[in-house]
């Protein structure tokens, strides 16, 4: 540690520069504190990794994990650094890997529909890529020109058309991994279907970087939708809007997206980012179809009357690409809306069965305003996961004090609706003191003993989870 006060290069940042080449490794106390952090105004005391190191391929990777497994030191895997749960925050000093040096997609195979990326690739560029060949990649975590492939899988990344196509989890056939030692393996078999043995694909997708890190994906494919249409339907009550998801689910419509966005979150981002959104409403329901051209007329004009049918008063429709694009623009900005509001924004991430929607957003909207705390809700309704993002300033002992308070009482009310803390951005460092009233215990200690399996030395991202 007195070496990086110092900036002098100790025995460790030698060891990283003669692995991975000097140009791929900082060491210097301010370039470590950018790295202290990632996309979560934490309340936590910030600690800082005394090296990051950039690697270029697997075998770096590789030699890394048996230089940290030997010497015991914790390991911090980072890609695109947006986590909003502290996932990426080193706890224990010692090494953050940041992998966004590997970002090369290095096949797309049409006939097979899959295809093998580095976990640095940025999620819009392998979207816009496979695009071009008439494929498709469907999640989507809302921040897609920033999150990579490595995160997004580490922490089975949602997001709006999770809906309908499912979760990052649904996508992967198969992940190149080094475990904590260095071993490099290979979870499945490049098929797309594959029952050899246990599912271990699957115990890694959400694991956090804390049982092995990512080096290569094989990622499922579908061919791309040929059209989508775009529509806000708005509301006057919260019952109208949970119903309208319900009618339009029996009427056997399958929205490519149904996200709610709520009545501060329209205000607020009709302030700073104007596109002409209703604010006097009491929530919208940001609706998205896909398929054939020729099959969306019919749906959108039952969707219109299912909404009108349950009160919308009032639907924007999207005609253009663009008209399109203005919409998503819209919904895509309520987080950096809402970050305008105060220095602070803590985003929490609690989901229910989704016929608890209304009592679950009702007992938001009461757990914030009894603590005076500016809060816009949005979310993905059809998934019964709703974000609310709080905007304070946590320099505020009393605000800080008040949501963590909040915090606490919200994840108590998810827990009472049957639901769970997290839908899609994980527990990280800032929920894992939750996790043992929201998991089953004999459930939580099969965790700690396969965490215990695959990292017997604690060092893959450690304090994050438990
Ligand atoms: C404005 C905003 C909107 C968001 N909206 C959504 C949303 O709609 N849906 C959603 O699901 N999430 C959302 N998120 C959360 C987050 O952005 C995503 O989970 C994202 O996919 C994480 O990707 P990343 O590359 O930034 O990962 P990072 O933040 O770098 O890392 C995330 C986790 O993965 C681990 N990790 C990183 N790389 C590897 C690797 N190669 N091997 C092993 N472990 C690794 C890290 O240690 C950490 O635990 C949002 C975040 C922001 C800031």
Redesign the pocket.
């Known amino acids: 540690m007195l070496d990086t006060l110092l900036n002098l290069k100790s025995a460790l940042v030698k060891a990283m520069e003669k692995i991975a080449g000097e140009e791929n490794v900082l060491y210097k106390k301010e370039e470590l504190i950018v790295y202290s952090t ?2 979560t105004n934490s309340t936590e005391q910030k600690e800082i990794a005394e090296v990051v190191v950039f690697p270029q391929n697997t075998m770096q990777v590789s030699e890394i994990m048996k230089y940290a497994y030997k010497k015991t030191i914790a390991v ?10 502290g ?2 925050i080193p706890k224990k000093g010692g090494i953050i ?1 940041d ?1 966004s040096k ?1 970002d090369k997609i290095s096949e797309i195979n049409k006939n097979n529909l899959i295809c093998k990326v580095q ?2 690739v940025v ?1 819009e560029d392998l979207k816009k890529e496979v695009e071009k060949q008439d494929l498709y990649y469907p ?6 020109k ?15 058309h ?1 809906f309908k196509y499912g ?2 989890k649904d996508y992967i056939i198969d992940l190149e ?1 080094v475990l904590s030692d260095g071993t490099i393996i290979h979870t499945s078999s490049q098929c797309s279907k594959d029952v050899t043995g246990y599912n271990m694909t699957q115990f ?1 997708i959400g ?4 049982l ?4 290569e994906a094989v990622i499922k494919l579908i061919p791309k939708p040929e059209a989508t249409r775009v529509m806000l339907a708005y509301f006057d009550t919260l019952e109208d809007t949970s119903k309208t998801v319900n009618d339009l689910i029996s009427n056997l419509i399958t929205p490519s997206v149904i996200d709610l966005i709520d009545k501060n979150t329209i205000k607020t981002i009709e302030s700073f980012y104007p596109t002409g959104l209703l604010t006097d409403k009491t929530a919208a329901l940001l609706i998205e179809i896909d398929g054939f051209k020729s099959a969306l007329d019919e749906q959108y004009n039952k969707i219109i009357e299912i909404c009108k049918n349950n009160n919308s008063s009032y639907i924007q429709t999207a005609s253009t690409k663009e008209e399109e694009e203005k919409i998503w623009i819209s919904r ?1 900005s ?3 809306a809402t970050a305008k509001l105060a220095p602070n924004v803590m ?1 929490e ?1 609690v989901v229910v069965p989704r016929d608890k929607i209304v009592p679950l957003v009702k007992g938001i909207q009461y757990i914030c305003d009894k603590y005076s705390l500016k809060t816009c809700i949005m979310g ?1 309704i059809g998934d019964g996961n709703i ?1 609310p993002n709080i905007a304070l300033d946590l320099r505020n002992e009393k605000e800080r004090l008040n949501f963590e308070q909040a915090k606490s009482e919200l994840f108590e009310l998810a827990l009472s609706l049957g639901g769970t803390l997290s ?4 527990i ?1 460092s800032e929920k894992s003191y939750f996790i043992n009233k929201a998991v089953n215990p004999d459930c939580l200690a099969l965790m700690k003993k396969l965490k215990q399996l695959f990292d017997p030395k604690n060092i893959l ?1 450690p304090g ?1 989870i438990f």
């Open positions: 990632d996309s911090t895997p980072r890609s695109g650094g947006t986590s909003v749960c996932a990426c890997i992998f590997m976990p640095g999620i999640p989507d975590p809302s921040n897609l920033a999150s990579m492939i490595g995160g997004s899988i580490a922490l089975n990344s949602g997001g709006p999770t979760a990052t991994v890694f694991s956090e970087g804390t092995g890190l990512i080096t895509r309520s987080f950096g985003t991430d993905h974000h839908g899609e951005h994980g990280g991202n994050k």
